[in-house]
């Protein structure tokens, strides 16, 4: 057992007192370096072996990454036994352009699209002004990869309201994104699992029952944390900026702290009765990998020849 895995012994017995084993989904972010392509390959094979329902590869601004998101969301296809989903966004781009790139990865053999609008290139959460001749929305793009075919489409859900919009307005967004044939979502991550639920109470009585992930973002820096929940409006909890608070120049116990509410945070969920959850990996697997083994979900043992 791994340091890491002693030090998170209390929720470690919280772990295996749940009911069944939590299904878990990770998402990578396509390389920019072949250094960085070496670390997202060591990342897949590290989480390869706890079986994920599927994993997906996402998408820069502006479709700033569409070659390498194709490339690495087929080579996962080839070359493990991962079920590859790739992020798609429709900023940018015309609709024939979009479509191209959806009947590629039909082609390929991809069967499952995360559709997300997207963001302009450095406008993150800022407004969004569609092209003409684009697609407008998650909705529409959901609709046009429906329409060239049958794919699984996951799209997001936002628990504290996408910046510009009410709850509710979310809400009657997704059912829209539901009627043009998504499939399941995924949540945006959040650290706030009373508003979480209150969320989700709010979207079944709205009649929706898609699956939805909830989104867990395991992050060893706080001050790379508020970078990322900043623009996109996430509100991060006073309690855990206080158990980053002096530790700037001590990464192993921020990686314990990290790890600890991550999972302590699946636990909690799972006792109110999810049992999906999605892993923003960031690329580094080791906490999730921790987590996950927290959570209960093992390699498979590996079968020795005679």
Not at 39 to 55: D, H, K, Q, T
Not at 66 to 92: F, M, Q, S, W, Y
Not at 140 to 145: K, R, S
Not at 229 to 258: C, M, Q, Y
């Amino acid at each position: 057992m791994s340091p890491l895995e002693t030090a998170l012994g209390p929720i470690a017995r919280a772990g295996a007192g749940l009911a069944k084993r939590p299904s878990v989904s990770f998402e990578f972010s396509p390389p920019k370096t072949p250094e960085a392509e070496e670390s997202l390959w060591e990342a897949i094979r590290r989480l390869e072996p706890l079986n994920p329902s599927f994993v997906s590869v996402t998408y820069g601004a502006g479709g700033s990454t569409r070659d390498r998101t194709h490339r690495t969301v087929v080579r996962i296809l080839n070359e493990t036994g991962l079920k590859p989903a790739a992020h798609l966004t429709c900023v940018e781009a015309s609709r024939e352009e979009v479509d191209e790139v959806v009947q590629g990865y039909w082609d390929a053999g991809i069967r499952h699209i995360v559709a997300i609008r997207g963001d302009p290139p450095g406008k993150i959460g800022g407004v969004y002004v569609p092209r003409a001749d684009g697609y407008a929305n998650a909705t529409e793009l959901t609709a046009g990869i429906k329409a060239i075919g049958d794919f699984e489409v996951s799209v997001s859900v936002y628990p504290q309201g996408y910046p510009g919009n009410t709850i509710e307005r979310d809400i009657d967004v997704l059912k829209a994104k539901i009627d043009a044939g998504a499939t399941r979502a995924i949540s945006q991550f959040f650290y706030d699992i009373d508003g979480y639920l209150r969320f989700m109470d709010k979207v079944r009585a709205a009649g929706i029952t898609i699956p939805i992930s909830p989104g867990i973002m395991p992050v060893s820096s706080f001050k790379g944390l508020k970078k990322m929940a900043g623009p996109v409006g996430i509100t991060l909890p006073d309690w855990l900026g206080n158990l980053f608070e002096g530790l700037d120049d001590d990464p192993e116990t921020r990686k314990l702290i990290s790890a600890s509410v991550a999972a302590e945070m699946c636990a909690r969920l799972t006792e109110e009765g999810y049992s999906d959850f999605q892993f923003y990996t960031l690329n580094r697997p080791d906490l999730v990998y921790a987590i996950c083994r927290v959570l209960g979900i093992r390699e498979e043992p590996k079968e020795i020849a005679a």
